[in-house]
């Protein structure tokens, strides 16, 4: 019982990248646009932020960079959706197979290597507190989603922002610019992607490959739907996603249990903890009424 | 016609943004693309390859583009592909009478396919998941089974780098150069989902569910068995491509990695949406993307990584995402996403 409590430093830790995309997406899919692009916004941006802080030398900066990476393909998705009222799951789809094949010609254009390993100068470094080591992104997570909870839920943006995702016609009607926002809220829903991927290459896995989220950008679209688009459910939700990750990546390390269990079945934990975990979730999530429909003025 | 134009189009804007890339990275587009068209279409042996690559491009398009006719976004080829291969190699690996042996191992292929895709159609219709979120886990649980008995069951003793061979008499004969038999295999499903598509009451009602769930609800169309249908039989397509890649092509075994069977899964969603998710269009898209995967080896040997093609494949699936939607407009929005007649 013992390993269940071990997990508990890596379960925060994997807690961050599919809370992060998560807390994004919900404000995304607020705003009337789903991006399934997640997957290839996270592996792009855990390139080009490992890129940043090599070339710079300062982890934040890598950091500031893969965030701006998210941003700028949420722009492109949003400009796909929302202004040339594209098909949001093939765009989104797109980008996933475009963020997987620009870092694996990247990484080699650059490195040699389609998965280099970080050297510990690029890493974001820890945080001391009570004498406990934490990543700046574990304390930096839940704040993230007071925020966007609050932004959502306590203000008039958020207020306009749920508007155009459930009526459009009647939020334009009262002179809300409906495009606008919707294209602004994939943006954000896109840099906060970009962060979750910067975690995943400077913080947590110190490595870059073209399979670098291993599927957890879709793990965050399945606590989307977890979280009922509620960022604090997001969060609790984020943990418990994050808590099996951990739990397979512990247990495929440990020596002494890896026998009793093959190391490959032990992986495949998170993925059939999700789709149970959907499969009884899902008969309560509401999604905004006006979602992935584009919208155009009679 | 104007369909036509449109995947032309999101094709030479893939090519476009590939040479920009490889020009401010200081080489010479048009060479590289010179050397990966004669790497693909130089001579017959190079033809015969590309066709070769295009094969369970064909199947794998089919599952997406079948999924799609259903008003579906069905993205499980990939774990499926894996699922096929491996039930194809192991019941090859089987003692059964010679004669028998490769019927017998695409049929048990298409049944594990079909197997695999039905807890997608289960998880969609019993408890609404979407089908996004259930095949992109069932793929990577696909993933981590196969490497297990890739690595722990089926490999060969005496190369560790990949598993026990096909035995000489179940493989797939050769045409020429590369090009097997499982041609027929991949030009038979395509013309079978041509033939059930459009005239046959099933495919029928599998369009018509796509095009507007509702209304064939009130013409007493079963949307939940056309959707039933749709992922089944896009698993066994699916799982043929798997088989047919290690059935059919050397070194008639799946290495360690499971880098021979690559991202043929996903590859199948660009070549459904280039061939406008028509079985006949998809054998199309599935020769330009076997042309490019050929030619990329060539582009290979001037220091372009294939990854390149990734890209270009990338930049079309998102330019596919666009023309999609202005036709959509001019017939009035209707509630599924992604689908028109071609």
Known sequence: ????????????????????????????????????????????????????????????????????TGAVLGLVHGFISVCLRGNQVVSGVGINLLGMGAVGFGAWALWGAKSPMLDHSFWVPGISLWGVNFSPFVIMTPVVVAFTWLVLHKTALGLRVRAVGEAPVAADVVGIHVNRLRLWAT??????????GAFLSLDWLHTISPTLPAGRGFIALANVVFSKLNPFLALVGGFLFGYFDALAIHLASVAGFGGALPYQFIRTIPYLVTLVVVALAIGRARFPAALGQPYRRE | MRVVLESLGALVLGLVIGALIMAVWGRDPWASYRALFEGAWGNTRALASSVSRSLPLVLTGLTFAIGVRAGLFNIGAQGQMIIGAIVGLSSALLALPAGFKLPVAMVLSALAGVLWALPVAL????????????????????????????????SDPVRGERTFQVPVGMRFPLIQGELTWALVVSLLAALFLYWLLWYHAKGYEIRAAGLNPKAATTAGISVRRSILLAILLGGACAAWAGAIQVLGRFPYAITSDL????????????VALIGRNHPLGVLAGAFFFGTLATGAARMGLRGIPIDMIQIIQGVIVVSMAIPEAFRLLRVKKTSVPTKGKS
């Open chain 1, 1 to 68: 019982m013992n390993i269940l409590i071990d997990v508990l430093p890596v379960a925060l830790r994997a807690m961050v990248p599919i809370t992060l995309a998560a807390v994004g997406e919900i404000f995304t899919e607020r705003a009337g646009v789903v991006n399934i692009g997640l997957e290839g916004i996270m592996t792009l941006s855990a390139f080009i932020a490992g890129v940043g802080s090599w070339a710079t030398r300062d982890p934040w900066l890598g950091v500031l960079a893969g965030l701006a």
């Open chain 1, 187 to 196: 943006v954000y829903g896109g840099a906060l992607g970009g962060l979750a």
């Open chain 2, 123 to 154: 998880l969609k219709l019993l408890r609404g998941v979407s089908e996004v979120i259930s095949t992109i886990m069932l793929n990577w649980v696909a993933h981590w089974l196969a490497l297990y008995l890739v690595v722990r069951k089926l």
């Open chain 2, 259 to 270: 880098a021979i069977l690559g991202s043929l899964g996903f590859d199948g969603i660009a």
